[in-house]
Structures are given as C-alpha cells and as structure tokens.
C-alpha cells in the first residue's frame, strides 16, 4: 500500500535478499521520537527506550503503520500502527533492511490482547484485542482482499487468523522490550502513563521548562512498577511544559 492506496497486484515474494532501492543500499528514513500527543509535552525517555535494542535471540518487535501527517485533512482517517514480533534471525535482518522502504509483512493473528500490539498513534497508547501469531512473509504487493487496517482487524480478528492481513510498511524497531510513555492533557490535569520495565524498578516523574535543563523538578518519586504505570499531576500554566519517566533499579 502506497500513500493509503491499495495494491491490486498479487506480486508476494518471500525470503528473498532485500533489493537495493538507492545506490547507497536500502532506503532508510531517520527514527524521530515518538510523538506526544497534544503538542505541548515531551517525554525525553520515549526515545531512547523505543529504539534501543540488544543482539539477542529473544523477539525483536518492529512498528509498522504510517506516521501521522502534521496537517491531515479532514477526510483522512486517522493513523494507525501495529507491532510485528519477529524471532528467527533473517526474518529480523530483512525488516532491520526494510524500515523506510514499501516492503510489507503479510501476517496471521489470534484474538487476545498481549500488552504489546498497540496503536501508537493514537492518545495514550490503546492496547489492540489481537496480536500477531506468524509472519507469513514479507512482500511489496499483495491482493486487496488481505489489505486491512488494524482497526478492521479489531472488528473480528479471527478472520485474519488464517490468511493473514497486510497493513503499511515498516516504520521503526522497537527492540526487544517495547516501552512506550504517554502524556495527555485530560481538562485540568495531565495525564502521564508508561510500561513497565517487568523488574522491581521504582519511577519519577519529573518535569521542566525546557528539554535540555539540568534542573528537572520531581513531581512524585518511589512509584513502584506495574505492567503500565500511570500518574496525573495538574495541568500547567503557560505555553508549555516538559516531563521525563526516570527508573531506578534496586542495588543488586
């Protein structure tokens, strides 16, 4: 899918070397930190933690959907994301090779939130009510019959559990431990939430007047870990107000 327009061509192609798309080698575009929504927050921790990865052989997840666009259109439904977990290592080399080009995974999924597979272009985060149970492969054409966006998909996953479904390119890796952190303005207070690190870490939330002070003030500290950490402070006064997650992990 090119530009929110669906491929009619059935050109699937599996294991195949990714093509060079420039001279240089495959096309890469650069990893902004996630967006926050709102416009008025920064969380300096989203990141640093969303695109950082370690050479193991554990699942290497991968973000696949389009950016939202700075001025979309008032016709233009909003956008949408998906992780894709990978584990077997060519598959994780060809889309570490694919991010930024029109290469597209064809994936079966099964009902069944798994804390993971999240929209994360939309306000906090939401958890989707399915995941992906099998890359099938990766393709720069497939039937429309198999397009889908993961909203569609929420609507009735077990009709993608076996032919899989196709949305979008590869946008950026996740890592193997995809951590993600919101801020929400909610009326008069702001809502801050995170995922968990799974140790006995403890968070501060801290905030600031601008990204690169060395003067962070901590709003709360001592908050112990969960799964998806939340806490909601007032809203500010004036144009604008940074906030960052930091974690602490116990003395060994």
């Not at 997840?61 to 939202?68: A, D, K, R, S, T």
């Not at 003030?217 to 107000?241: C, H």
Request: glycine share 10%.
């Amino acid at each position: 899918m090119a530009n929110g327009v669906p491929r009619t061509a059935s050109g699937f192609k599996q294991g195949r070397p990714l093509e060079s798309t420039a001279a240089g080698g495959p096309r890469r575009s650069r990893s902004p930190c996630v967006q926050v929504w709102g416009g008025l927050f920064l969380l300096d921790l989203c990141g640093r933690l969303l695109t950082a990865h370690a050479e193991t052989n554990a699942t290497i997840y991968f973000l696949v959907g389009i950016p939202p666009k700075p001025n979309p259109v008032p016709w233009e439904l909003p956008a949408e994301s998906y992780v894709l977990p990978l584990t077997k290592p060519e598959d994780i080399a060809f889309a570490r090779g694919a991010v930024g080009t029109a290469w597209e995974a064809l994936n079966r999924v099964a009902p069944g939130a798994d804390g993971i597979n999240r929209n994360y272009y939309a306000p906090g985060f939401p958890a989707w009510s399915w995941h992906v149970t099998e890359l099938v492969g990766f393709g720069e054409y497939f039937l429309c019959e198999l397009m889908a966006r993961p909203s569609r998909v929420e609507e009735g996953p077990e009709a993608w559990a076996k032919d899989g479904f196709v949305w979008e390119p590869i946008v950026k890796e996740l890592g193997p431990v995809p951590l993600f952190v919101s801020a929400r303005a909610i009326g008069s207070s702001v809502e801050i939430s995170w995922s968990g690190l799974g140790t006995n870490a403890l968070y501060s939330v801290e905030s600031a007047d601008s990204p690169v002070s060395t003067n962070w003030t901590a709003l709360v500290t001592g908050l112990p870990d969960g799964k998806t950490n939340q806490w909601t402070t007032p809203r500010p006064e004036g144009p604008a107000r940074y906030y960052r997650v930091r974690a602490e992990l116990p003395a060994q």
